[in-house]
């Protein structure tokens, strides 16, 4: 298996276009989420993390083979 970079560049590319689009429409909401979120307990950051990063490799799997 070989990597092509071009995908590699093009999924981060893509990373960062969601991820400015939220602070670009709605600033105030994006700093309100950013003081709730400071309230959770590392515990429960991690355990988000985790889900997160499992469903992302469901569905690459899903998608890519």
Request: with cysteine; charged share 20%.
């Amino acid at each position: 298996m070989s990597v092509n970079w071009d995908d590699l560049l093009a999924a981060l590319a893509i990373v960062c276009v969601i991820e400015g689009v939220m602070p670009f429409a709605n600033p105030g909401g994006v700093r309100r989420l950013f003081l709730k979120l400071s309230a959770f307990e590392e515990r429960e950051l991690r355990l988000g993390g985790l889900a997160s990063l499992v469903v992302g490799l469901i569905v690459l799997y899903l998608v890519r083979f």
